[in-house]
DNA sequence: CTGAAATGTATCCATTGGATACATTATGGA
DNA sequence: TCCATAATGTATCCAATGGATACATTTCAG
């Protein structure tokens, strides 16, 4: 007596990738925390322990969905005749400022996960590599790298400095501009 | 047949502060979250529900912690003579590297916590405050406190994206002298 | 067509944050 | 001094959670 009245195949089929879409579409959504392992299983259909197949704790769960985020992440940036310095800037902080929830978990792995664990590390590279692209003026490689982490830092330490509280602007929309504007007479975009 | 066969008095006397001093030292030892409510009760020697007499959950736990590491921040900060920009943020820098998990954990509260809240908020505003007088430099009090939040977010930045593994700095060490120079060169330390 | 490998389930467990009811101690008025 | 009462701490319970083990179902290669 298989299957019994639920039409439901008794393999997912990709419960691996429907696991990381169900968990993002969720970050996204606006919950600001990771479902229990036991309520991302219930959305897809699937008994909780069936997501330890593809991920073997709870931690790696993370760190896939991490790898997701930065994914989305290049994707949402501007490419080709489109990128530069400010666009590159803007279109990152648009990013954190609209999905938060997914932008936080990204840089709340546990310690130096980012580039030394190949899930999230191959799609922060391509990050990088982006801005590397965009802030290429044809000084040294050292130059650009250190002016392209300067203004990541900049961009990424005051976005989590209002997150957590720290600045006084109101609105995401205001603060979104007053980041931009610190950016901007740092002198790190020519 | 009260107090039975040991010593310790019924009531601790300063559980509050014993609990706050327990955290913070591991967390200064090198634990990088918090321990659970019981482990930590039982450090002190009391029951478990005891902790909640003071503490109205585990995130107002958390919340009095981040308030205490604020407050041993303000503390570490150059003040008076030897109070200028530089020395400043080498000060911060090296509360950061030495102080890892705390660090981390005061800037880790749920939403805007940081200047909402009672706590830590005061203890916040006293760092800020340090802050604005460090860059003083007799420019409008707008213009002060740009920069403050520019240097803070510089450095809060990359110590975070260092913490999180996107820097290649192989050592806190490496690491402090790549953001301190950053720093330098951004021209908001005149 | 069949048996091993892959995939998913059932069930168990320890830990954890938290709630409720009760015990112990401290203290301020009479 | 003595006791009612508030303050403080304990005992015990509960549901949720991450995770482990054993077993069932399905797929697929030879």
């Known amino acids: 007596m298989p299957k019994s009245d639920s039409d439901q195949p008794y393999h997912h089929g990709a419960l691996k990738e429907a696991a990381l879409t169900a968990v993002v579409a969720r970050l996204r959504r606006g919950e600001d925390e990771l479902p229990t392992v036991r309520e991302l299983a219930g959305e897809i259909g699937v008994s909780h322990r069936a997501l330890y197949r593809y991920f073997a704790d709870k931690d790696a769960l993370k760190q896939a ?7 989305l992440l290049a994707e949402r940036l501007p490419s080709g005749s489109d990128l530069n310095a400010l666009s590159l800037i803007d279109g990152f902080l648009s990013f954190a400022f ?3 929830s997914l932008y936080r978990l990204m840089f709340s792995l546990r310690a130096a996960a980012l580039l030394a664990e190949p899930v999230p590390g191959q799609q922060v590279r391509r990050v990088i590599a982006l801005a590397m692209q965009a ?3 044809g000084a040294g490689e050292e130059a650009v790298r250190n002016r392209v982490f300067s203004a990541w830092g900049l961009a990424h330490g005051l976005f989590d400095l209002w997150r957590a509280g720290a600045l006084r602007a109101a609105t995401p929309e205001l603060a979104h501009e007053f980041i931009r504007t610190r ?3 740092s002198g790190l975009v020519a």
């Not at 969905?65 to 994914?71: H, I, P, S, T």
Request: avoid cysteine.
């Open 135 to 137: 802030f290429e003026d």
């Open 183 to 185: 950016i901007l007479e």
């Open 98 to 100: 609209d999905e938060t």
């Open 65 to 71: 969905v991490a790898g997701e985020g930065f994914a």
